[in-house]
């Protein structure tokens, strides 16, 4: 499985943005997806991640901010995130597992990642 992630960009403290993950591969549809995110000089953290069966589990510093969502026929994975803060600035990227986790290394493939700047 192959990931290319995109969408990220510089946005003001309160705007949107959507990131998007394409895969390409076969079974995309059985695998569990998850976004993850790691800031200047911080270690790489979770911020979603969605289950084959379509279940969603949020970090809770995104809770009600974020929304993951799985497209398996055009084999993407998006992340809406909304009311963006300073501290949601990142490189953020795209994996795929065999199920749902927030732990990285539960993770087989991973994107090249996609810089989101959230300016005050």
């Known amino acids: 499985v192959q990931l290319q992630a995109s969408g990220g960009g510089l946005v003001q403290a309160g705007g949107s943005l959507r990131l998007s993950c394409a895969a390409s591969?076969?079974?995309?549809?059985?695998?569990?997806m998850g976004w993850f995110r790691q800031a200047p000089g911080k270690e790489r953290e979770f911020v979603a991640a969605?289950?084959?069966?379509?279940?969603?589990y949020y970090a809770d510093s995104v809770k009600g901010r974020f929304t993951i969502s799985k497209d398996n026929a055009k084999k993407t994975v998006s992340l809406q995130m909304n009311s963006l803060k300073p501290e949601d600035t990142a490189v953020y990227y795209c994996a795929a597992g065999l199920y749902r986790s927030s732990t990285a290394r539960n993770y087989d493939y991973w994107g090249q990642g996609t810089l989101v700047t959230v300016s005050s």
């Open positions: 969605i289950g084959w069966s379509g279940s969603t």
């Open positions: 591969g076969p079974s995309f549809s059985s695998y569990g």
